[in-house]
């Protein structure tokens, strides 16, 4: 089936170094990088080198002005994309560059003023520093709006107290947009960076989970942590309107990261399906076989066509909210079946970590969790369907 | 009367012994287990304390008459607690089933003592490379020489493995007589030719010991051989119906575990002013989550308690061991879902659940080949 997504030949050749670049320097190392519960800062170098750090940046600061810069109304967001899809299809999602390519970095970029763009971005793009947004508290994860990290205006300072769990690229970050509380309620939040290095800033090691091992999950502190006022991005009391607006694309990237894993597992377990003998025939030649890799394969097209078209529309510059927020939970619901059905067919060898399935199988679990469980997904829905 | 679905006063004794037990034992060591993928002989050692080595061996040995309700009952108990340590009890009664269906007086004091009272371990060396839900398909091969047999061939996925003190093995004397020509036979640990490959990584049932077992010219007297030529698949099958109620009250236990965290959690844990547990879609989690644990317990009950007749029913082992092997992963599934992020940490024990529950729906007998045995069942 033709993809809606129209790929122009830049964008296929930029599929094609960056496809080369994940086989020889992520595959090779991933298994490492796994056990260490960390990806080395060079990656991201490396990456930044390459020109696969924030392409949406302004040539001023180093990008390739694809992306949604003051004046683009129609950003170009297949690049990520396609390196989202890359990283999916060789099952290596654990090195989170998305997060800082197209949920992080760019609050920088819409919500910053000059200084502030001129301050990080160059930084950001070269991958010499690392962003992290930091929402989810201990007490509070769906309830963004109870988050109880305080900033406090002292001078031309804020003094920063609290503590964010769950942050992805936690412990590599340099850059953190941390949301605070400046006020009461929902206008009383305010996105502050928080440099690495900065006194009463403190950081957990990785917290160890099921899947996505290389991804640097951490706790992050805040004591008396006293940043500049002129860290505040956009005015005090917007955070909420900004967290809304950018939680969009990055509820995109969940549905593009697990449609890539589902097309993956799929194409994993036909493969296995023509390789392996039993009862004297081919494991393909089952009807239960044939049928189950069907329902997948039918999935999987399903995920494909409906990201495709969540993005080719976000990038005509419509408001996704309703259908993204049906896509986070469909499409990561369905990665998460599709991978274990796909795991079954590989029988005991499914449950070996030697295979590729198996981690899958991991790694995809996560995403009916973040960026907004499907709980979260379906309230925002019915919501949109005006059902009260 | 026909029917009754209490416990008797010696079961609920049984059930509060080992329930107390895993809290105290199993439950603080589980996720330093899971990480080291060390094997747990000190949790091992505690339960052959307290008589759980193997607990469908004939009561001369064990000492206890479990009976296999009661002996579900433990199995659930443990598994709530850990799968990957309760396994190991686990492998010896079906490492042992051959012996117990097929073996004589003699071959049962040979085989028993040392798994009973010995602390030692035993494995059920069926699976090769080539041949796991196609059992007729095994290509290890034995060959009659004089008193004695030859095996050749290679085992893999073997729980216990090379840590197991004797070995049930089942071999082909003639690969083209497919399962008609096959035997099980006892191998001791140590015996020449015997060796071990490589102990899988895997993705749950970390601390369980799953390994690659080598047979080179290993030769086994005939006395070893269990049963007449050509009975090791009937025995094969027969192991796997009477152990299915096992795997199917394990996976109940699995479920138990990770839902009970889930709705202690679900009772603390405040989202949007409220309890977790007070928003429709958790509370509705919990609800399919204590259904599937009800049916599958009820399943395993049946199926234990025809064993216990004397009625096994190939159809009804299956059922319960699928149902619950199904039930358990949706189960768990959700817990880690009702935990949000922290489900998927390993701070809380609900992600190892849902790591370990998977293998429930592959060995003995994936959920497919359940089907195949009940769609037979249904249709004959
Ligand atoms: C690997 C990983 C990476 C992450 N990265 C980041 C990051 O970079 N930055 C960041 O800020 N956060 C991050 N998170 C946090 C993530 O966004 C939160 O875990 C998520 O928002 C859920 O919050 P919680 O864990 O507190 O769950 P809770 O909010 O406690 O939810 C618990 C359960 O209750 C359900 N629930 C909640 N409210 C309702 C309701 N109204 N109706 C029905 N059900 C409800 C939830 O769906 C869930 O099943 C990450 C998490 C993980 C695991
Ligand atoms: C941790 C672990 C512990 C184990 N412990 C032991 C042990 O102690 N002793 C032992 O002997 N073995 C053991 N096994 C092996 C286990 O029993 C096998 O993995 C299992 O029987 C499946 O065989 P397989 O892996 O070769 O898968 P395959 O047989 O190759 O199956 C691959 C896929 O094909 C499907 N399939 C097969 N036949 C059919 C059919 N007719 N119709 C439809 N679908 C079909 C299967 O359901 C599966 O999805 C263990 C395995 C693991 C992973």
Redesign the interface.
Known sequence: MERTLKLTPEHEMLRTTFRKFVDNEIVPNYAQWEKDKIVPREVFKKMGDLGFLCPWAEEKYGGVSTGWAKGNPVPDIIPDMIMMEELGWRSVIGVFSHLHNFMTSPYIDTYGNDEQREKWLPGLVSGEKICAIAMTEPGTGSDLGAVRTKAVRDGDDYIINGSKTFISNGVLADVVIVVCRTGEGYKGLSLIVVERGTSGFERSKPIPKIGLHPQDTATLYFEDCRVPAANLLGQEGDGWGQLMSKLQPERLCGCQLSTAMAERAVQLAVQYSQERQIFGKSLGSFQNTQFVLAECATKAQICRTFTDTMIVNYMNGQDITQEVSMGKYWVCETAIEVASKCLQIFGGYGYCEEYEISRIYDDSRVFTILAGSTEVMKLIVSRGLGVK | MAFGFTYNEDQLALQRTVRKFVENEIVPVRAAYD?SEEFPWPEVKKMFDLGLSCMNAPEKYNGMVFGNVGLCMVVEELCRGCLGIGITPLANMLASEPVLYGGTEEQWDYWYPDICEGGKLAAYAV?EP?A???V??VRTTCKKDGDYYIINGTK??ITNGKHANKLTVLASHDTSKGNRGQSFFMVEAGTEGLSYGKS?????MRCSETSEVIFDNVKVHKKYRIGEEGDGFKLAMKAFNSSRPFIASASTGVALGAFEYARDYAKER????KTIGN?Q??AFMLADMAMDIEASQLLWQKAAWLLDENLMAADLSAMSKCYAADAA?RVV?DA??IL??Y?????YPV?KM??DA??L???EG???IQ?VIIGKSVLS
Do not use: L, P
């Not at chain 2, 489900?343 to 701070?347: A, P, S």
């Open positions: 990480e699976t080539g796991g839900s196609d007729a398909g893999i996925f899988e990584h895997k993705m749950g405040k989202a949007f002013g928003h879609a958790v992963n599934t880690v879902q949000g992020g489900g998927f940490c390993r701070d992600e849902m790591r998977k293998i729906q592959i060995f994936t959920s497919q089907r």
